[in-house]
């Protein structure tokens, strides 16, 4: 198809041309206005059980620990946690949960026992709250680890809130986004409109060879 005939069909099927474009207008209005969103997050950290020799519990995490507490991130990871999660009234977010390490070049990756919690949330009391209710399963599953083993409760590894769920807005780029929702729109609109043009002429053609096709009456 040549260009001639692309700007020949868009002509002939303007309508279709109008209305898709007005789609992306009303799609972009939405753009222009998204809906609020909040990121929640929260730091929490596996802690040993306090000993003589290590009276203050973190300085004393050790890569066993971060080990233990990834193991636990699996879990909730996995369709049944996910479902455990949803249980627990974590639905309608977005929830991530990231090993963290100390913060600093020296130390290796996902040796210190941290874990930050994210959840996304229409606004800063859902995401709070989706944030403090992972925190809540991921401590029960450490409990539940422990009670398994019929650990002491001298000798139990705790969950501590390091940093409290906090929320904050977030701000998209809209120019970016405008400039997505009108380069997608304006593609679709040509697309659409070229294809509706090959199907009406279609349609056109089919009924005239179909009279052609059928028989011609004999006089008798």
Known sequence: MSPRDVAEALLRRWY???IALL???????QVLRPAPEYL???VVVLKPP????????????QPP??????????????????????????HGTTYQLI????????????LIPSLQVQARGAGPVEADTAVQRIIDV???????????????????????????????????????????TALLGASVAVL???WFDQYALRRRKVPAGRRQADPVPVAH
């Not at 789609?23 to 209005?29: D, E, H, I, Q, W």
């Not at 971060?66 to 974590?90: M, T």
Request: proline share 5%; hydrophobic share 40%.
């Open 138 to 180: 991921y401590t029960r599953h450490v409990v539940d680890m422990q009670d398994a083993q019929h650990i002491a409760a001298g000798s139990r590894i705790s969950a501590a809130v390091l940093v409290a769920p906090s929320a904050a807005a977030l701000h998209g780029t809209r120019s970016r986004a405008l400039a997505g």
């Open 99 to 110: 090993p963290r390490n100390s913060g600093t070049s020296a130390t290796p990756r996902y």
């Open 16 to 18: 279709v041309l109008v």
């Open 23 to 29: 789609l992306t207008a009303a799609g972009a209005y």
């Open 65 to 90: 620990l971060a080990a233990l507490s990834y193991g636990v991130i699996q879990q909730l990871e996995s369709p049944a946690g996910r479902r455990e999660l949803k249980a627990a009234g974590v």
């Open 192 to 194: 659409g409109t070229l």
């Open 50 to 61: 306090v000993t003589g020799n290590q009276p203050n519990q973190l300085t004393n995490l």
């Open 40 to 42: 929640s997050s929260a």
